[in-house]
């Protein structure tokens, strides 16, 4: 919260010392918290405000991907154990409650995030894109960042922390790291009250169906939503398919 959320170099102190208490209370756990605070330190070298300019996204993306990328491969072939995997449940079809799940995912976004964005001036945060370029790298750029966060907070944070404590308990630690990085990204004024839920909501559709690519794509079509509100907030007349 400190690191992100305030974005405060203080922040630094509670993360070293959690990784220092870990160890102290069980090595195994110790050494989990230190790959999470290695790409929390990562992240915050970086601000991770919306700018979709060519350089800036360069940077996030190996900045983010080195995020997922050295806790896996420190979990992977130096713990030697399986605790981050990204797992497809392949040969199972998705069941007709997690096809209605996705039409809800849709219809919730267009009915709350408009209200969101637009009441509270959040849309702000981004660029008011216009050609089509600006358009293509703020696409990009939100649902990049969408597939990311669920391999990062879903797939290394939190399944680190389930290792350890109970679901709720990982569930509630993961959702305010995730909430507070999505606070700096730009989710501010009563964005925690959306975010909260939605971060709570992934880990139990993850945990339940087993299945990385459709926690993905619930993930992508309520930041489809994001994207078109974004859009439309800078520009009403272009398209004009939101009631709030």
Same mark, same amino acid.
């Given at each position: ?41 990562? /992240? ?55 096809? @209605? ?17 637009? &009441? ?25 960042? @969408? ?18 404590? &109970? ?28 975010? /909260? ?48």
């Amino acid at each position: 919260m400190l690191l992100f959320g305030f974005m405060s170099d203080w922040g630094y102190l509670p993360l070293v010392a959690g990784v220092a208490l870990g160890f102290v209370a069980a090595a195994s756990l110790g050494r989990d918290l230190l790959l999470i605070a290695l790409a929390l330190g990562l /992240i915050s070298l970086i601000s991770v405000e919306a700018d979709i300019t060519w350089g800036n996204i360069a940077l996030m993306g190996v900045v983010l991907s080195g995020a997922v990328i050295i806790p896996y491969v420190i979990s992977r072939y130096g713990y030697k154990d399986r605790a981050i995997v990204f797992p497809r449940r392949q040969g199972r079809p998705w069941s007709k409650l997690e096809w @209605g799940w996705l039409f809800a995912v849709l219809f919730l976004g267009w009915l709350i995030l408009p209200r969101y964005f637009i &009441s509270s001036g959040v849309y702000q945060n981004w660029p008011a894109v216009e050609t089509p370029s600006e358009i293509i790298r703020l696409f990009l750029g939100v649902n990049a960042v @969408g597939i990311w966060d669920e391999l990062f907070f879903i797939c290394t944070i939190f399944a680190l922390l389930y290792r350890h404590f &109970s679901f709720w308990t990982a569930n509630v630690l993961t959702s305010i790291i995730f909430v507070s990085f999505l606070w700096e990204l730009g989710y501010q004024s009563w964005g925690p009250l959306l975010t /909260i839920p939605f971060a709570l909501v992934q880990a139990v559709i993850f945990t339940r169906t087993k299945s990385l690519p459709y926690t993905i794509t619930v993930h992508l079509l309520f930041d489809l939503i994001v994207f078109l509100t974004i859009v439309h907030a800078h520009h009403p007349e272009w398209i004009p398919i939101f009631w709030y």
